[in-house]
């Protein structure tokens, strides 16, 4: 069993930057994939971005490219979404997600394989 916590939310101005945290205890990170996915009031949920266990394997949406990196420190059993120039649909309750499981172009629409999720990190982006 995997618990996953995320921090790093808050309000912050348009253009500005802001970088989650998701923090995972309960099992050795090694063989995880981990995503973000991110849901706007009134909207339904969106995939954001994912890597591999190895995190050699990184997808993201179109959305976000350019703008968000996903990373992961397993030494720390921590992954990272730094969000740059940041815009106001950017506007959401993020969510970190976590499964053993392969990562491919398919994973952000599906969600497919992530089985362990965080309770959520707001973010709004707003003058």
């Known amino acids: 069993q995997l618990q996953l916590v995320e921090s790093g939310g808050g309000l912050v101005q348009p253009g500005g930057s802001l970088r989650l945290s998701c923090v995972a205890s309960?099992?050795?990170?090694?063989?995880?994939?981990f995503g973000w996915f991110r849901q706007a009031p009134g909207k339904g949920r969106e995939g954001v971005s994912c890597?591999?266990?190895?995190?050699?394997?990184?997808y993201y949406s179109d959305s976000v490219k350019g703008r968000f990196t996903i990373s992961r420190d397993d030494a720390k059993n921590t992954v990272y979404l730094s969000m740059n120039n940041l815009i106001p649909e950017d506007t959401a309750i993020y969510y970190c997600?976590?499964?053993?499981?392969?990562?491919?172009?398919?994973?952000?629409?599906?969600?497919?394989?992530?089985?362990?999720w965080g309770q959520g990190a707001n973010v709004t982006v707003s003058s």
């Open positions: 890597i591999s266990s190895s995190g050699g394997i990184s």
């Open positions: 309960g099992s050795v990170l090694d063989y995880y994939a």
């Open positions: 997600a976590a499964g053993y499981t392969a990562v491919l172009p398919t994973t952000l629409s599906t969600g497919a394989g992530f089985v362990f």
